[in-house]
């Protein structure tokens, strides 16, 4: 059982960045896409972005200033978010779709307010 561990949420002003990162505790082969979920207050858990070896997928939101990155040794993924706005406020999970399961991190928050 793959165990994802995220870190670097926290509170941000208005057109701040942040950084969040991800490490799973097993490894995630290149095909299989690893990256991010937000869910806000009152809302559906939505994608943010997710990276394979061939493709890198992001929602139109966040197209144009958040990037995802792998390190396919190390079996993390990263997001640098920049611009941040208010409605970026969310818990952001991190996940792996492997043949064995779709696995979750616990969350970690990002508030954005000023």
């Known amino acids: 059982q793959a165990q994802l561990v995220e870190s670097g949420g926290g509170l941000v002003q208005p057109g701040g960045s942040l950084r969040l990162s991800c490490v799973a505790s097993?490894?995630?082969?290149?095909?299989?896409?690893m990256g991010w979920y937000r869910q806000a207050p009152g809302k559906q858990r939505e994608l943010v972005a997710t990276?394979?070896?061939?493709?890198?997928n992001y929602a139109d939101s966040v197209k144009g200033r958040f990037t995802i990155s792998r390190d396919y040794a190390k079996n993390t993924v990263n997001l640098r978010m920049n611009s941040l706005k208010p409605e970026d406020t969310a818990v952001y999970y991190c996940?792996?779709?492997?043949?064995?399961?779709?696995?979750w991190g616990q969350g970690t928050q990002v508030t954005v307010s000023s």
């Open positions: 996940n792996a779709k492997t043949i064995l399961g779709n696995y």
């Open positions: 990276v394979t070896r061939d493709s890198t």
């Open positions: 097993v490894n995630i082969l290149s095909i299989n896409p």
